[in-house]
């Protein structure tokens, strides 16, 4: 039996757990990523961080209690190195999250120039926007739905190529997860700017 086969021989127990969430777990547990920052909090705002312990156990994920983004966060990464690479410097967190280069000089690009409004709302704003378009257009990849970064653009041949593996992955591990996450993911992009 090879490892992978070994990981998903058991449904894993999602304890509702956002869907973000998931997808960003099994990216990591898959290796894809080196780790992720998931919410201790349920979607429907119950406290679930023990429950994220146990999964974390059962796949052999190294976990931080340690915040990085936020207080919500614990973090969960393939090797505790990673980890303290993490808390120490050494890996930058968007090395850690698996942002391809392009995405994260594009997005440093714009905290550089951008004065009026926050960066990451702006850099957000404007790939959705764009991502909108080329969805209605029907030029919009739609494996991208499973970047779990704001893409430098809808052609960013990095974030396409990690969001296919992911998409492959998660399809084949939890396929009710994954019809939620691209139905949701592509009412969210239609929602954009509502016009
Ligand atoms: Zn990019």
């Known amino acids: 039996m090879s490892t992978m086969a070994y990981r998903y021989t058991k449904e894993i127990p999602w304890h509702g757990m956002k869907d973000d969430d998931k997808v960003s777990l099994i990216a990591t547990i898959e290796g894809l990523?080196?780790?992720a920052a998931i919410s201790h909090m349920s979607a429907d705002g119950t406290d679930i961080g023990m429950d994220i312990l146990a999964i974390c156990a059962d796949h052999d994920l190294a976990v931080s209690a340690r915040p990085v983004m936020t207080s919500n966060d614990i973090i969960?990464?393939?090797?505790?190195?990673?980890?303290?690479?993490?808390?120490?410097?050494?890996?930058?967190l968007d090395e850690f999250l698996g942002?391809?280069?392009?995405?994260?000089?594009?997005y440093l690009k714009q905290i550089r120039y951008t004065k009026d409004t926050p960066p990451t709302l702006r850099n957000a704003a404007l790939y959705w926007s764009n991502a909108r378009d080329a969805l209605e257009d029907g030029r919009y990849p739609l494996a991208l739905l499973y970047a779990l970064h704001v893409p430098c653009a809808i052609d960013c041949a990095p974030s396409k190529m990690t969001a296919v593996r992911i998409k492959d992955v998660v399809e084949r591990v939890d396929p009710v997860l994954a019809h939620e996450y691209s139905r949701n993911r592509l009412r969210c992009i239609l929602s954009q700017?509502?016009?």
């Open 33 to 35: 990523r080196a780790g």
């Open 76 to 92: 969960v990464a393939r090797s505790p190195r990673a980890i303290r690479g993490l808390h120490e410097g050494s890996i930058a």
């Open 99 to 106: 942002y391809p280069r392009c995405c994260s000089d594009a």
């Open 193 to 195: 700017g509502g016009a």
